[in-house]
């Protein structure tokens, strides 16, 4: 199997080097010279060419650049290829990508794909193998991709350790902003109250402990990726927002009035969250 | 050495566990009989003992129980005590402590400590071993007690593997509103908006990723625990939260209006936690 990844970085890095360990011949592209140099040396992929070059070579081509480039590269790429090539993506919203190629004659041979993994790290250099084992990757209209298509995607993510589920592209988008973008703003903006009100840093660092470190984790992510995702998924997001600001503004009244009761109560369904992480999934 | 552990939750059975590893004599003493006959069927203590004959025993008395009954019962403690020996507490809150002992008699015997570290879990089946190793332990009002007696405590938390701080109990209150109570009302209001919106929990699980994983996992602490940690920090919590909210509407705004350049421009300075958490300190 020949694999070609445009975009090299925390994302398609991992997925090139898990190909290639995998036994799959690997081309690379990246318009980021640093990182087509970092990505050769870190032997991620056999080698790096030129868009056009990858594109005539491979059979299956991964687009992993940021997500407000995708849906313009997309339509390109499918211009380009044969009727045996597939191509997928990777971008972490999936409506506009999903408009953006709805009516390319070629549309049958993309399937859009969300693999939920990451880290706060990025570049090629935060490649890693074993990111995506045991993971949930999630497809968006694969009844418009021919059933190869979707079969030779379904077997790129099961060389990644992922099992694949279907989900339309705008509930995928709703989900993801309550269960990975609010997590993310959650995070920027505690590290941001903190650093804006402990001027003192040391002070900080005496008395932040593994708590807070855990809460505030996402905070060291990309942030021009992460600026991205948030204005493709701006409406949802800010659906999230305003819920997760009225979840605080009332959580703040049951302190300022000293209802305990009250704080215990909503602390109780808190703990709820406990179940479904775990995935002892009860149907009331 | 025989210290006296009263509470034998995550915190007081892990300093018992780790005292007795390390050869003291650890009695216990727990009101809760269920939490009392664990922890000594989890070998926590030598033996579990009544509140009197624990005073009358030990060397040093550790106080390990809810936040809200401290306040209360230390001026009891400090009544019955010889001058040999030495009381100190863990609450997680210090102003009301110490306002409690002030003027106590028996003040200089009495050491308000806060070892910064614990989990999620809760009672004497969460005590575990190196819970405290490398962990930060603060000293408040250290100038009221003597100076053996603080040497004493520093010892047992030596004996933990922690290194003690001094602070008042006024900042010490302000800054841990900032950087553990709000990490904590930011994780369970995070869980209450996705389980509020997330009918289908199936679909919670399947969604969520490592990274809400990680920032809500503070959202499966004891409501009973924090609900006393935040009313006996109301005021510092609040001006906290208030701040929180201020930065998450601000954000909004942001998202709202499109404004990437101000997203990426916020999110770079909320990337610079990485450096204070790192310890990494440049003082400006």
Redesign the interface.
């Known amino acids: 199997m020949k694999i070609g990844i445009i975009g090299l970085g925390l994302i398609g890095g991992s997925i090139a080097k898990e190909c290639k360990e995998y036994g799959y011949e690997v081309l690379g592209c990246d318009l980021n010279t640093v990182h087509a140099e970092q990505a050769l040396a870190l032997n991620l992929v056999d080698k790096m060419v030129a868009l056009d070059q990858l594109i005539a070579e491979v059979e299956i081509i991964g687009v992993c650049i940021p997500v407000d480039l995708i849906a313009n590269i997309i339509p390109k790429i499918l211009d380009k290829i044969n009727p045996n090539q597939t191509v997928f993506d990777v971008g972490s919203t999936k409506k506009e990508i999903c408009d953006a190629v709805r009516n390319h004659e070629n549309r049958n041979r993309f399937v859009a794909a969300h693999p ?3 880290t706060e790290f990025s570049g090629p250099s935060a490649a890693i193998l074993n990111l995506f084992r045991n ?2 990757n ?1 497809i968006c209209e694969e009844e418009l991709a021919d059933k190869d298509a979707v079969q030779n995607i379904l077997q790129v993510f099961e060389v990644l350790g992922m099992q694949s ?1 279907f989900l339309n592209p705008n509930d995928h988008d709703k ?2 902003a ?3 973008h ?17 001027k003192d ?21 990309n ?2 990726t ?3 995702i ?2 493709k998924n ?1 409406h949802h ?2 659906d ?6 009225q ?3 009332a ?2 009244k049951v ?2 009035e ?1 209802n ?1 009761t009250k ?2 109560e ?9 179940r ?2 775990k ?1 002892i ?3 009331s």
Chains 1, 2 share one sequence.
């Open positions: 939920l993994a990451g993971k949930k999630l589920s989900h993801m309550y269960v990975s609010l997590s993310h703003v959650s995070a920027f903006t505690l590290a941001l109250t903190v650093l804006d009100i402990e840093e040391k002070l900080i660092f005496n008395l932040a402990s593994t708590g807070f470190e855990s809460t505030v984790r996402l905070a060291k992510s942030p021009t992460w600026s991205s948030f204005d701006r997001l800010s999230a927002l305003e819920n997760y600001i979840h605080l503004t959580f703040k302190i300022d000293e305990t704080s215990i909503m602390m109780d369904r808190a703990n709820d969250i406990k479904v992480l995935g999934v009860v149907n």
